[in-house]
Nanobody, 117 residues
């Protein structure tokens, strides 16, 4: 059974940084993972994701966020720098089951990120 558990969310002022972590268990395809977010009243959107042939970043986070993973510890990270109020959202870790770039089947419970101006 795949389990994804996010941590590292919190409240920060604009310009600050946070690092989100996602601990994965029961998951085989660690090369197909990513981060999504959902702000109040908006649809969930992709923030950044990995697959063997590319790394994706949403235009709104390019140059500010960095996705990475520690395969030895089955952990995915999202380093978020120069945070803006519009980054406020629940952030979800996602993992794929069919080894297709950008396709995700498993989701964590989410961690809240709040950025104040």
């Amino acid at each position: 059974q795949v389990q994804l558990s996010e941590s590292g969310g919190g409240s920060v002022q604009a310009g600050g940084s946070l690092r989100l972590s996602c601990a994965a268990s029961g998951y085989t395809y660690s090369a197909y993972m990513g981060w999504f977010r959902q702000a109040p009243g908006k649809e969930r959107e992709a923030v950044a994701w990995l697959c063997p042939i590319l790394t994706y970043y949403a235009d709104s986070v390019k140059g500010r966020f960095t996705i990475s993973q520690d395969n030895a510890n089955n952990t995915l990270y999202l380093q978020m720098n120069t945070l803006k109020p519009e980054d406020t959202a629940i952030y979800y870790c996602a993992a794929g089951s069919r080894r297709l770039c950008g396709e995700f089947s498993y989701w964590g419970q989410g961690t809240q990120v709040t950025v104040s101006s």
